[in-house]
Structures are given as structure tokens and as C-alpha cells.
């Protein structure tokens, strides 16, 4: 099992920028991912990055805006979120998966507490 602890959220000005933190403990050699949840709507796949880094995936509307990352040696995956729109204000999670696709599709086992970003315009 992996537990997840997300950080980084908050509020910010349209255009601004946040890094959301993922920190993973107990058994870590999973893919991970975020996903947010608006106010009114269902939860949606933000983004995800395989084992070693080598493979990500994102949302349509973010891409190029945000970026995943992981530092396996602080067991911690981040994404960077540039260029922020009132759109992406949700509650964000991170997730945990050891198949792909049971990932992406939102069917993890394993998910964080959430942690709030607030876009202003």
C-alpha cells in the first residue's frame, strides 16, 4: 500500500504560477498522477508519469501549461502549473496506480486528501 500527502495548493492570480507536491510513503514503485475536482462537476484526469519518468500524459487544456514530475529518490512527484486560468480553481489529487491505465482512468486504489487551488481573475 502507498499513502500520498499532497502540498502546494492555494490561491493565485490568473496568469500565476503553483508547484503541487505529491509525497509518497510505504510501498512507492507505483505510476502516479493528479486529478482535480471542480465545484458542481465530477473529478477529471489533470495528468500522469510512469515509474521512471519516461512517460506522461495530459489533460488537453493544460498541455503546455502544466508539467509532471517525479524525484524517486524523495519519493515525491510534483506539477508545475504556469499560466493558471480561473478554469483550473478545483480541489486537485494525487493518485497511485500500478497499471496505466487503471491510472488514467481515474480507477486508483490509492489517492491523497486533496489539496485547494484558487485561480482569481
Known amino acids: 500500500q502507498v499513502q500520498l500527502v499532497e502540498s502546494g495548493g492555494g490561491l493565485v492570480q490568473a496568469g500565476g504560477s503553483l508547484r503541487l507536491s505529491c509525497a509518497a510513503s510505504g510501498r512507492t514503485n507505483y505510476a502516479m498522477g493528479w486529478f482535480r475536482q471542480a465545484p458542481g462537476k465530477e473529478r477529471e484526469f489533470v495528468s500522469a508519469?510512469?515509474?521512471?519518468?519516461?512517460?506522461?500524459d495530459y489533460l488537453d487544456s493544460v498541455k503546455g501549461r502544466f508539467t509532471i514530475s517525479r524525484d524517486n529518490a524523495k519519493n515525491t512527484v510534483y506539477m508545475q502549473m504556469n499560466s493558471l486560468k480561473p478554469e483550473d480553481t478545483a480541489v486537485y489529487y494525487c493518485?497511485?496506480?500500478?497499471?496505466?491505465?487503471?491510472?488514467?482512468?481515474?480507477?486508483?486504489?490509492?489517492w491523497g486528501q486533496g489539496t485547494q487551488v484558487t485561480v482569481s481573475s
Open positions: 508519469i510512469n515509474l521512471s519518468g519516461s512517460r506522461t
Open positions: 493518485a497511485a496506480a500500478s497499471l496505466w491505465t487503471v491510472l488514467i482512468k481515474g480507477q486508483s486504489a490509492y
